[in-house]
């Protein structure tokens, strides 16, 4: 019934930046682990990134130290800083909330429908 919408998404040169946003549809008042995964072409979905209710980050390898994950409020839920894009970064991403309490449910695993990025010269 929630529903999660990315944006912030497009194409950028190497070495640029792209701040990702995700908004709910409806307020979510307390949410778990929230996370962005991404898929690229030709490999399956993967964790690119995730905080915990008190804010604690967690990264995969590959983006450590470029990106930034930050939580938001009950709508614009969580974002992502990604600094420094490579090429490898280019793939679907999607944010996801472990577990959202809203004003009249709680759903488990929400995911958004994804946005491109895209990074080349």
């Known amino acids: 019934q929630v529903q999660l919408v990315e944006s912030g998404g497009g194409s950028v040169q190497p070495g640029g930046s792209l701040r990702l946003s995700c908004a709910a549809s409806e307020s979510i008042f307390s949410a778990n682990v929230m996370g962005w995964h991404r898929q690229a072409p030709g490999k399956q979905r993967e964790l690119v990134a995730t905080?915990?209710?008190?804010?604690?980050?967690n990264y995969a390898d590959s983006v450590k130290g470029r990106f930034t994950i930050s939580r938001g409020n009950a709508k614009n839920l969580v974002y992502l800083q990604m600094n420094s894009l490579k090429p490898e970064d280019t793939a679907v991403y999607y944010c996801n909330v472990d577990l959202a309490i809203t004003k009249t449910a709680r759903y488990l695993e929400v995911w958004g429908q994804g946005i491109l990025v895209t990074v080349s010269s």
């Open positions: 905080i915990t209710s008190s804010g604690s980050p």
